[in-house]
């Protein structure tokens, strides 16, 4: 499996930057790149170099408007190529988004489209934001609130040049998501081991990272306008149908206002293996099932990113399914025991 | 069991406010009622003959319902005429 990493952040943010630092360094030799310009002449694959296992290819136009066709044929005519020798062969995919792209598509796209999901996993999602004008870009434009609500790490860029106002700016994005770790890039450079382990579940050792997500601290109600970050914890193992009920009505009741959603789950019918779920907007990955707990915790929690989505409702909402289904059970039952005592009489 | 219409009416009331509908929701002999934008809807749990659990009653027309999930969207293609539901999609596994 080749693990691909979103890398978004607002225009200006240094995504760029940050970018041909990464394509510097060995550990991130091998690195496909798409890089996805709005606009007519795009510069930014010109400021970036690839050495000569990497390579760099171009998508203009705004990627989260033409993503599923675009995006899923440019990653399989890769991967075709990679085939056939006739690209380097890649071990990682970052795909740089353009500074006005949402970056939920893309993220659904990875996920379903057939040419592609089976070879690819998602690695995570990097969203850079300057330490000059995050905050004030924060403030005033909906597509950088959600590009930090969605990832799983976030780096502060331009450090050196707004010492004094990081404090508020590392505040503001801890509310809004309080999951990711921030980290600092000094003129771009910065650890890639530390930004590009963040896939939510590794298919290939089978481990979880979760230990940023599932902190206590990303359980607490933060807010933002509309955008809402919190976990629903559940002591009681949940049944299958029940989450299955649960995911099809989110699914359906809130669509897009559904930006993200993971969870370890302690599934009634499977209690020593834990299940990892993973979904963007109406679209969940099949559960992946981890070959034990990671820790003693064995509740289930789940971390949700809305948009105007009540926690209360989400509440009610389990555990009213989960009582139907509960009902439901023990009629079943009743009435076997019912029909094994006519059978008996 | 006397415990679910409250899972049911904390659950309606909580969508009403999720939804941004005004209206009420009240609970009397085992019947769930909603009264919203000029409609009123019963929700009553079905006779135990038919392979239902669920009878919603909406501005007077009745229609069966097989869980929760099939109650919420009958409430809400009423209550919210501009909402269109998403399906559920599963990712190509991993």
């Known amino acids: ?345 | 069991m006397n415990t679910r219409p409250d899972h049911v009416r904390e659950l309606l009331a909580q969508s009403l406010a999720a939804w941004q509908v005004t209206g009420s929701v009240q609970r009397a002999n085992g019947t769930i009622l909603v009264r919203a934008d000029a409609h009123e809807i019963r929700i009553a749990p079905a006779p135990p003959d038919l392979p239902f659990r669920w009878m919603v009653t909406i501005d007077g027309r009745t229609r069966g319902a097989i869980s929760l999930v099939a109650v919420l969207r009958q409430v809400r293609a009423a209550l919210d005429p501009g909402y269109a539901a998403s399906r559920v999609r599963i990712a190509v596994p991993s």
């Not at chain 1, 795909?95 to 070879?119: F, H, N, V, Y």
């Not at chain 1, 690819?120 to 905050?135: C, K, P, Q």
């Open chain 1, 1 to 345: 499996m080749i693990q691909v990493s979103v890398l978004t952040g607002f225009l200006g943010s240094g995504k760029t930057t940050l970018l041909r630092h990464l394509l510097r360094q060995p550990a991130f030799a091998r690195t496909a790149v798409i890089i996805n310009e709005f606009g007519e002449i795009g510069l930014d694959h010109d400021l970036v170099e690839a050495s000569e296992d990497s390579f760099i290819e171009l998508q203009t136009g705004c990627l989260c408007c033409k993503v599923r066709s675009d995006l899923a044929q440019t990653l399989a005519d890769m991967l075709d190529r990679r085939d056939q020798g006739r690209l380097p062969p890649f071990e990682r995919v970052v795909i740089e988004t353009s500074g006005l792209a949402d970056p939920a598509p893309i993220l659904q796209t990875l996920m379903i489209d057939a040419k592609i999901a089976g070879r690819l996993v998602l690695g995570g999602v990097v969203t850079t934001v300057d330490a000059v004008n995050g905050a004030s870009t924060l403030g005033r434009e909906e597509i950088s609130v959600k590009q930090v609500a969605l990832a799983d790490r976030l780096v502060v860029t331009k450090s050196d040049l707004a010492i004094g106002t990081q404090p508020q700016l590392i505040g503001r994005l801890k509310e809004l998501n309080p999951a990711a770790p921030v980290l600092r890039a000094h003129y771009g450079a910065l650890d890639p081991r530390r930004l590009f382990d963040a896939g939510l579940y590794d298919p290939g050792t089978k481990s979880l990272d979760a230990r940023s997500w599932l902190a206590e601290k990303a359980h607490a109600h933060r807010h933002d306008a509309e955008i809402t970050t919190y976990a629903l914890v559940r002591e009681e193992p949940i049944r299958a149908v029940t989450l299955a009920l649960f995911l099809e009505t989110l699914a359906e009741h809130c669509g897009s206002d559904l930006l993200r959603l993971k969870g370890i789950l302690n599934i009634a019918e499977s209690p020593d293996r834990p299940a990892v779920m993973h979904g963007v907007q109406h679209v969940f990955h099949p559960l992946a099932w981890l070959e034990r707990w990671p820790s003693d915790d064995r509740r289930s929690r789940i971390v949700f990113i809305t948009r105007r989505i009540p926690r209360p409702w989400i509440e009610a909402l389990l555990d009213a399914l989960d009582a139907e289904v509960a009902e439901t059970e023990a009629g079943a039952i009743r009435r076997r025991v019912g029909e094994q005592l006519q059978l008996r009489g």
